[in-house]
């Protein structure tokens, strides 16, 4: 792409954003200069605090209560607008038409009462693009255009009644209903599995080919590498590398670049029954009675036409100790519901799970209680599971009191012991929820429930929510635990590339089944299921040529 004026449609020059706290003004952004042209993809990509999003919000007025903004320039062409100079409800005027907006979440972005058609036609009339009488027919053309299967009807559902896939594509819809220049896309394909993520990337680079500029904010190289002409990295505030995609990619100048680059390229690495000798691990934990034998369980529920419908049909598997068993899927495949069953926290209808030889149907309440100590939950987002008034100390020492009581010093005592388990020091203790980064959180997490001393962890999604670097930071903690402890990890992922660097063995499953198992590398390697051939070939890795070639994925469109 060229950078005549004519072309460009953004330039930032010199952006100093910073935020007014209890300690005084905290700089978020320094410096930042970036310019987006029609028809390209400028990918700014880094960890969360680096203030990629905070760069992004600024130009659209959003950074904020008690930001201050500056910057030499902030200006969109064609026709010229100085965004520095604008206030006020003069920003009604950019948002939407000017520069369309995608965020991450769809579920909280749109409203849970107005219809998806009903959303976008109110962009459409906030802009006056088309007549009132011609509001819904748009709406639905939009929706068309955004490749939601039969528009007409996904127009009258609500958000809620729309799997992630869909939620996003009518996120997408409603940004672009007044036909902005400028798309800034803010994590859009964070939360979604990996074919619905290569749908969303597909979309958005049609979007880039008919002359729309777009601004994509990240955390994954891996992700960035289909859709991206040019990468800017940001670290603690500054752009730290900037160039072509290709070149970014292939030979990254700066180190935080090659950390990135390095822990986005673990899905296409040899995976974990290659190295370390895990092997002969696993061999010696499967000589023996598994830890969780999980034999045709069945879950279903009633639909809102009032039919029930199957979540998990006839699933089975065996678990070993310190073996580390993935299960991969998309949304509604059945993973959680499998690993809720698990947990004892539903009741299957059909089949059994046993925990270390005990049936959990054969348990009384009192039981299951005594028993559930041996089994611990991870999930995806720790700061949703804590009790913000607690402390760090709290927080662990009730899961420590819940199995059993001990004398103050040996319960402290312990807690310092959990906190070392994870790599954090005793100053934790007296911190809450909010004082800590989303790692560190995780690492709570995780002693919580190492706390009542297991033989089983499941780890659902354990680190989605996580950028990539401190992605393996959690899953080296895992590797560490697994050594040291002889635990069991069940592991819920939609990231193939977590499984493949952390599982000794994979489960498959769509639509409620198992559609395939074996071992890591038979899965990777050779992949005999035509969705996991479909899964492996969505897969995103950094060395990807950027982008317009993504094409979709056959046959897996989102239906609902």
């Known amino acids: ?64 209560p008690g930001a201050q903004v500056r910057a030499e320039r902030i200006s969109l062409h064609a026709p010229g607008l100085d965004l520095l100079s604008v206030r006020g409800r003069q920003w009604r005027q950019v948002r939407g038409r000017r520069i369309g907006l995608v965020l991450q ?7 849970p009462l107005r219809t998806v058609g009903a959303e976008v036609a109110e962009a459409l009339r906030n802009h006056r693009v088309v007549p009132r009488g011609e509001l819904k027919g748009r709406a639905v053309e939009l929706l068309a255009d955004a490749r939601i299967p039969e528009p007409a009807l996904r127009s009258r559902q609500f958000p809620h009644q729309l799997s992630g896939g869909l939620r996003q594509r009518a996120l997408i819809a409603t940004a672009l209903a007044a036909q902005p220049p400028l798309l800034i896309a803010d994590e859009p394909t964070t939360a979604l599995d ?12 049609a979007r880039k080919e008919a002359g729309t500029g777009i601004l994509l904010i990240s955390h994954d190289l891996a992700v960035v590498a289909r859709l991206a002409d040019r990468i800017a990295v940001m670290r603690q505030g500054e752009i730290v590398e900037e160039g072509p995609a290709a070149r970014v990619l292939s030979a990254p100048s700066h180190p935080y670049t090659q950390r990135l680059l390095a822990a986005a ?43 029930r419908r199957p979540a998990v049909d006839g ?14 899927g998309e949304s509604g495949s059945g993973k959680t519901t499998t690993a809720h069953m698990v947990m004892g926290l539903l009741e299957p209808e059909a089949g059994e799970i046993q925990l270390l030889g005990g049936a959990w149907s054969a348990l009384t309440e009192r039981g299951r209680r005594s028993v559930r100590r041996r089994i611990q939950l991870v999930q995806q987002d720790p700061l949703g599971s804590f009790d913000p008034r607690y402390t760090v100390g709290q927080i662990i020492g009730e899961a420590l009191g819940a199995h059993g009581r001990r004398g103050v010093q040996a319960h402290h005592d312990r807690l310092v012991e959990l906190l070392e388990l994870v790599g954090l020091g005793p100053e934790m203790l007296e911190r809450r929820p909010r004082q800590l980064s989303g790692g560190q959180r995780q690492r709570v997490a995780i002693a919580r429930a190492l706390a009542p001393e297991p033989e089983v962890i499941v780890c659902d999604e354990p680190v989605s929510a996580l950028d990539v670097s401190v992605q393996e930071q959690i899953l080296e903690l895992f590797d560490d635990l697994q050594q040291r402890l002889g635990v069991a990890l069940l592991l819920i992922s939609h990231d193939l590339g977590v499984v493949r660097r ?42 990807d040529a950027p982008a317009t070639s993504g094409g979709a994925l056959a046959g897996t469109a989102e239906t609902s």
């Open 1 to 64: 792409m060229g950078t005549t004026e004519a072309a460009r449609l953004l330039t930032l020059a010199g952006l100093e954003v910073s935020f007014r706290g209890r300690q005084g003004w905290t700089e978020a952004v320094r410096g930042v200069s970036l310019s987006v042209d029609a028809g390209e993809c400028l990918a700014v990509v880094g960890e969360s605090g680096s203030g990629k999003s905070v760069t992004a919000r600024s130009l659209m007025g959003l950074a904020g």
């Open 105 to 111: 979440d769809a579920l909280t972005s749109l409203d």
């Open 194 to 205: 990996v074919t619905v993520q290569a749908e969303i990337l597909t979309l958005l680079a």
């Open 265 to 307: 390229g673990r899905a296409s690495g040899p995976g974990r029954s290659a190295a370390d000798g895990a092997g002969e691990a696993r061999g010696a934990g499967e000589a023996g009675r598994p830890v969780l034998q999980v034999d045709g369980v069945r879950k279903s529920f009633r639909s809102p036409d009032g039919e």
């Open 315 to 328: 699933v089975s598997f065996r678990l070993h100790a310190g073996e580390t068993l993935g299960i991969v």
């Open 502 to 543: 952390s599982c000794d063995r994979v489960l498959v499953m769509r639509g409620g089944e198992v559609v395939e198992s074996g071992t890591v590398a038979e899965v990777f390697r050779a992949p005999s299921h035509p969705y996991t051939q479909a899964l492996l070939a969505a897969l995103p890795r950094p060395q």
